[in-house]
């Protein structure tokens, strides 16, 4: 109840937990809304209680380098990326395909940017890595 009162209070219309890990009602619309929230300002949320967060959505390793977390040390835009806070995730489903998301933010000197990319239907999760990774640069490639 806690987190879906969350997401009501972060303006998430569509997403809902349903009280097990990976059994939620995501949408991507919602998780824009949720990545700006955290990275602009909430103000319900201490200062050292937001700091925290971003710092956990660091990309730091290889669960976190794919997808929005492919940005890293990237240039997007002409612009170098200075930050980037992602929520990446994988989970199979009772017939082993795999739903593979990332979720998150990234900023540079003049811009951010905020992106969900909510996907399923994978039998290797790798290749669904690859295919979020892609997407992501390819948003930055053809959206100027």
Do not use: C
Request: aromatic share 12%; charged share 20%; no cysteine.
């Amino acid at each position: 109840q806690s987190l879906n009162k969350t997401y009501e209070l972060l303006g998430a219309t569509k997403t809902r937990s349903e009280g097990t890990w990976g059994n939620n009602q995501t949408w991507a619309e919602d998780y824009v809304k949720i990545m700006r929230f955290i990275v602009e300002d909430i103000h319900w949320i201490t200062k050292t209680d937001a700091e925290y967060l971003l710092e956990t959505m660091n990309p730091n390793d290889w669960s976190q380098l794919w997808g929005v977390g492919s940005q890293k040390d990237q240039t997007v835009f002409g612009k170098q990326v200075q930050q980037v806070s992602v929520k990446n995730g994988w989970i199979q489903d009772e017939t082993g395909t795999w739903y593979v998301n990332s979720v998150g933010v990234i900023q540079t000197e003049d811009n951010t940017f905020s992106i969900a990319l909510l996907s399923h239907g994978f039998n290797d999760v790798n290749i669904g890595y690859e295919v979020a990774s892609t997407a992501v640069q390819a948003y930055f490639d053809h959206a100027g």
